[in-house]
C-alpha cells in the first residue's frame, strides 16, 4: 500500500455506525438521577429552612427549568453524534454533545479491548467498548453499544489485531 493510500484510508472523518437506540434511554434514566438528587437537595434546604437564602430558591427554579430541558435535549443529541467504525486498517470514533471528539486509531496501535457494563447499561442491555492503544490520548471508547453488538465487535478486533504484523508501539 502506497504512502498516499495510508493516508487518505486513515483521515478523521465521520464514523458510519450509530450507537444502539437504546442508549437514549440509559442517558435520560443516568442523567435524571443526577437531577433528582440536586432538585432534591435544594427543595428539602428550602422547605425546611426558615431563613434559606434567596439565591437558593432562584437556583430550585432553574433547575426545575434546565433539568427536564437537558433531559430531552442531551440524549437525542448524544444519538445523533455518537458514531463508530471498524475498519480492516483502524477504529473510528466520535462521541460527545456539547464538546465533541473525533477520535482514529490504526489497528496496528491496538494493545488491548475491553469491555464493560454498569448496572444501567446491563438494565438497558448495552455495553461499551474500551480500545487501549499505544497513544498517549489515552483509549478510545464506544459507549452506547448493543450488548451483542459489543461482543461481537471485541471479537472482530480482537482477531484484526492478531493478523496485523507489529508490537502496537
Known sequence: MSEH??????RLRPPANRVSRRAIGYWTVTASILWIILIGVQTLIVVTSDDAPAFLTVTLVVSG??????????????YR????EVTGEAVYTQAGWLKQ???IAPVSRIQTVDIERDPFEQ??????ITVTTASAAGPLRIAGLARDRALALADELTKTTQAVRGDAT
Open 5 to 10: 493510500t495510508t493516508n487518505t484510508a486513515l
Open 81 to 84: 453524534v455518537h458514531r463508530w
Open 65 to 78: 427549568v434546565l433539568g427536564p430541558l437537558h433531559l430531552i435535549v442531551m440524549p437525542q443529541w448524544r
Open 101 to 103: 471528539e473525533w477520535r
Open 123 to 128: 438494565l438497558f442491555g448495552l455495553a461499551k
